[in-house]
């Protein structure tokens, strides 16, 4: 797909088809009626025979309008005319973009990006447009012997802008966007990807791409490293599988050189079958979605790499699959994590803070400014927080709400539940420092708990995606969050960090 941005009339506009907007009841957006005026009142008199009504997700696609370039003019509903909210400006761009790729409009100009969003500017409206765009084209159909094919598909897109002198940040708002969306794909394409394909080394294989593609660094740990390094959690819930477990680094480093960097840490559970602790078997082939924090690190860092952020960023990705097997961890059993703690094994099932604990010892030794994991980790989470928000909890209250702050600017929202010191009390073991469970109460909150042990060392905070990493039912797929709002923590990060200095040329 290409992009641009324009300032210009609309009526002027040579392309396959012009988008713009018509408020309920018949009322015209301020480009419409240039288009209007243009054609001797052509779009009125439409709207006056009742053709459309302006109802918010339809649509009208004229042809031959006279008096303007366009070969077609495609009016978008916008329902009342208001000041519009962040999910109904989103709505309308996703609307034309669908009706533009089924018409065959293949080369399309929006004026959508006029309208008055509540306290947003044209940079987050061209930022929000790209990511809608593609993600209302995403298609998930590698896998498929004969693939659905658009006649001529949207190949070109132009969004439109009021004044010339807002050109400039349009431009830079758009790098961003399709920045993020890139990222977002590259999630949703290894969450879609099946357990057979998607394994801990193929996750690893991707990494190495991701690197030689964006000039990142990359280290790979295999089994004995991790055993050289102590990380016993990590390596009872590999234990079952045949599939070699992997554990992963990516460095980006835009900042300046020895700045503490940003640390994400992503959970790779590539297929968790509970373990011994066996799930029950419908709808078990969504747990291909348990490693979407290791796809949402890996989405993160190509972003930041495509925007060239100045700043440091460290992914990690613990990696294996949970399986059942002669070997496999026991409920009972008592392992030795990376730190020193022990923790006893209630239940199998309950495996991505094992891994994730030994990876965010193991990050100690980056010194970080601040280190954020993301996991899809309880099904707590979902019945608490259903499938809008993403379960936030930390160690500073700072950081929090950076992530908070962030997520409302993507529109990929996140919600604050408390970490207090009274939950801990669940995890109390007989036998070892702490269980790795804390009973049904609270589930979310005492799973972070379990991590809050091992992050003592620097400012942490946990993303519980489980409800908003994919979707289920006739539309099942990955979603790609949280990438939109990591990237853009990233990016407000980027802004305070410290700038490298250029060398002066000597002459």
């Known amino acids: 797909m290409e992009f641009s941005i324009k300032s210009g009339s609309p009526e002027k506009q040579r392309s396959a088809c012009v988008v713009v907007g018509v408020f309920e009841p018949r009322k015209l957006s301020a480009a419409a009626e240039v288009i209007d005026n243009a054609a001797h009142q052509f779009l009125s008199d439409i709207l006056r025979r009742g053709d459309m009504e302006g109802k918010s997700g339809s649509c009208l696609l004229l042809h031959g309008v006279p008096g303007v370039e366009a070969d077609r003019i495609l009016l978008v509903g916008l329902g009342k005319e208001r000041e519009f909210r962040e999910k109904e400006y989103r709505t309308a761009v996703a609307t034309a973009v669908r009706q533009l790729n089924e018409t065959g409009g293949f080369d399309g100009t929006l004026y959508l990006t006029e309208l008055a969003v509540k306290k947003r500017d044209v940079a987050w409206k061209i930022r929000q447009a790209a990511l809608v765009v593609q993600e209302t084209l995403y298609r998930f159909d590698r896998l498929k012997s004969k693939k659905e094919e658009v006649r001529r598909p949207l190949r070109k ?233 993403t379960g936030l909890l930390a160690n500073n209250d700072g950081l929090a709400r950076e992530l908070l702050d962030a997520g409302q600017d993507a529109y990929d929202r996140a919600w604050q539940m408390p970490l207090w010191d009274d939950y801990q009390e669940q995890l109390k073991s007989n036998f070892a420092d702490m269980a790795n469970i804390g009973g049904r109460p609270a589930g979310t909150i005492t799973a972070a708990c379990f991590l809050a042990r091992f992050t003592d060392k620097y400012h942490w905070a946990h993303l519980d995606i489980a409800g908003t990493a994919w979707r289920s039912g006739k539309d099942k797929g990955a979603t790609g969050r949280p990438v939109p709002l990591l990237s853009h923590f990233l990016m407000d990060r980027a802004k305070s960090a410290p700038k490298p200095v250029a060398k002066r040329k000597r002459g």
């Open 157 to 389: 897109l132009t969004f439109c802008v009021t004044r010339r002198n807002e050109l400039a940040t349009a431009e830079n708002a758009l790098a961003e966007g399709l920045a993020i969306a890139a990222g977002m794909d590259l999630a949703k394409d290894l969450g879609n990807l099946p357990g057979n394909i998607c394994t801990p080394s193929y996750l690893a294989d991707q990494a190495r791409q991701l690197a030689k593609s964006h000039a990142l660094g990359v280290d790979i740990l295999d089994r004995a490293d991790m055993e050289k390094l102590g990380m016993h959690t990590l390596l009872s819930v590999a234990r079952g599988s045949h599939e070699p477990p992997r554990f992963i680094v990516l460095r980006h480093s835009g900042g300046v050189s020895g700045a503490k960097p940003v640390v994400l840490v992503g959970k790779g559970i590539t297929f968790d079958s509970g373990g011994i602790s066996l799930k029950p078997g419908a709808e078990m082939d969504e747990m291909k979605y348990d490693m979407c924090g290791a796809a949402s690190v890996l989405g993160t860092l190509k972003a930041a790499a495509m925007m060239k952020l100045p700043l440091n960023v460290v992914g990690v990705i613990p990696s294996t699959e949970n399986m059942p097997g002669g070997a496999a961890t026991k409920p009972g059993d008592v392992i030795t994590s990376m730190s020193g703690q022990t923790v006893e094994i209630l239940n199998t099932d309950a495996e991505g803070r094992l891994i994730l604990c030994d990876a965010l010892t193991y990050v100690e030794r980056f010194d970080p400014e601040c280190v954020v994991d993301i996991a899809t980790l309880t099904g707590a989470c979902v019945i608490a927080l259903g499938h809008v928000a």
